[in-house]
């Protein structure tokens, strides 16, 4: 089991930007695909951006050219800079790791668009 924890969230203006950052605590973590996923009230929860054990990216088309994912295998830390931040990009922001089929899942983060 991976034990994730994500830190970064918070209250910004449309237009802005954040930094989230998901800390893992596992061995062999570079083995590990990634992913952040959100979710809205009233809303399922969302693949916004994966990165595999190999550095690919791939991103929900909604978020693509403002949000990007990547990782630091050796401080076992991943990243998602979120700019050009709108409204609906609204929710409680959560850090996976999945590894042969197992998933583990942080607490989440509440991000907040509003004016």
């Known amino acids: 089991q991976v034990q994730l924890v994500e830190s970064g969230g918070g209250l910004v203006q449309p237009g802005g930007s954040l930094r989230l950052s998901c800390a893992a605590s596992v061995s062999f973590f570079s083995i590990y695909a990634m992913g952040w996923y959100r979710q809205a009230p009233g809303k399922q929860r969302e693949l916004v951006a994966a990165i595999s054990s190999g550095g690919s990216t791939n991103y929900a088309e909604s978020v693509k050219g403002r949000f990007t994912i990547s990782r630091d295998n050796a401080k076992k830390m991943v990243y998602l800079q979120i700019n050009s931040l709108k409204p609906e990009d609204t929710a409680v922001y959560y850090c996976?790791?999945?590894?042969?089929?197992?998933?583990?899942w942080g607490q989440g983060t509440q991000v907040t668009v509003s004016s």
């Open positions: 996976n790791a999945e590894y042969r089929g197992r998933d583990s």
